[in-house]
């Protein structure tokens, strides 16, 4: 069965700090992966896609950067961190080639910036 | 632009039912995810429709309505444990997931 896993469950950084948060999908090949952010009281926000190694697609301008360097791993990244990157951030796979499949997310990693 | 809209929060008592709406206005249409959360947590997929009709998944129940641009999803024989938010999203003509902010469903006993 596949299974999906992202670290650090929470993090609280201070602004202008890094940031890397990984995500690794277990149990399936080639998966298309996403990064979204959800802020309080709105929708699912997508930062990043992916639909193979090292190829990344931005939704978003800003200050954070993805990177996939294996087929199952997935990082967000970040130089120097804003206030407005606080959020709850949700890695999510879906199956290779099913754009209209469902989403299965891990578990979350919820930032504070300080 | 594209927009989703659902109520807010609801707020519901054990043992009824409850139908949680979602309108949608998007660039084409390649169906409609419904989707639950516990708070703290990621969400997880209860349904996608695609045809208009009524899809029936035990307790669970998802409607669309393509023509009207609207969804509902009806949750029967609440538990306590159907507190969640409920999040209705919309895949557009490229594909993309357009979400709403989600509805926070309250159950009381």
Known sequence: ?????????????????????????????NPNLYWYRQAAGRGLQLLFYSVGIGQISSEVPQNLSASRPQDRQFILSSKKLLLSD??????????????????FFGEGSRLTVL | GQNIDQPTEMTATEGAIVQ???????????????????????????????????????????????????SYLLLKELQMKDSASYLCAVMDSNYQLIWGAGTKLIIKP
Do not use: M
């Open chain 1, 1 to 29: 069965s596949q299974t999906i896993h992202q670290w650090p469950a929470t993090l609280v950084q201070p602004v202008g700090s890094p940031l890397s948060l990984e995500c690794t999908v277990e149990g399936t090949s």
């Open chain 1, 86 to 103: 606080s959020g709850f951030y949700l890695c999510a796979w879906q199956l290779p080639g099913h754009h209209t499949g469902e989403l």
């Open chain 2, 20 to 70: 949680i709406n979602c309108t949608y206005q998007t660039s084409g249409f390649n169906g409609l995810f419904w989707y639950q959360q516990h708070a703290g947590e990621a969400p997880t997929f209860l349904s996608y429709n695609v045809l208009d009709g009524l899809e029936e998944k035990g307790r669970f129940s998802s409607f669309l309505s393509r023509s009207k641009g609207y």
